[in-house]
């Protein structure tokens, strides 16, 4: 493979790289493509410096030999489509955010992480910065979405409507953690033009 392909994945609001879906695509990854990098950092508390985390791992990294894919569910879809259009490069958006800046509104305050155990403040300026980071027009065709329309948190016909002209998948019924993920995990690697040498 003359150029290398890299594959970030970006988990959700309160989550982490040990979430079931992060550790799934992990494992799907390394096993039918195992080289590909695979990249599933644990985000930073604030849209600031997830952005910085993510924009200084994939510039430390991307000369011209370098080809960057992009996997987020949830809120983790929000910086997936910033990052897809800062680099022109395929996202995958699982049951995305698309204006969480509205959402977690009601969320302002103390937040523990309940995987990390990190205690942390939403405040106005979160807000703020996660306003900033919204994508009004986007690159139709580097979205794969996939929602479920049994979604609890999220409003699914909300990313219908913002990525109408996009690729979309829309699985009645599940919740907001995508019941059975992994069986999708072969129509990702497709859209990243990905196919395993064997099974």
């Known amino acids: 493979m003359s150029k290398q392909i890299n594959i970030l994945y970006i988990h959700g609001f309160n989550s982490s790289p040990q979430s079931m879906k992060a ?13 590909v990098s695979f990249f599933s950092p644990q985000l930073a508390s604030s ?14 990294k991307n000369d011209r030999e370098n ?4 996997i987020g569910s949830s809120l983790g879809g929000y910086f997936s489509t910033y990052l897809s259009e800062k680099y022109q490069g395929k996202a995958v958006l699982i049951n995305p955010a698309v204006k969480p800046f509205e959402l977690l509104v009601d969320y302002l305050g103390e937040q523990t992480n309940p995987y990390t ?5 939403i405040e106005k300026h979160f807000i703020e910065s996660l306003k900033s980071l919204e994508q009004q027009f986007i690159s139709k065709n580097n979205y794969l979405v996939m929602v479920q329309t049994g979604d609890e948190v999220l409003d699914y016909q909300k990313a219908v409507d913002k990525y109408c002209d996009c690729q979309i998948i829309v699985q009645q019924g599940g919740d907001h953690s995508f019941i059975d993920y992994s069986k999708v ?14 099974q």
């Open 117 to 121: 155990q990190e205690v942390y403040y």
């Open 23 to 35: 550790q799934l695509t992990k494992h799907y990854f390394n096993e039918h493509f195992p080289e």
């Open 185 to 198: 995990l072969p129509k990702i690697a497709m859209f990243f033009n990905l196919y395993p040498t064997s």
């Open 67 to 70: 080809i960057w894919y992009f």
């Open 47 to 60: 849209p600031t410096a997830v952005i910085k985390q993510l924009t200084t791992l994939i510039d430390s």
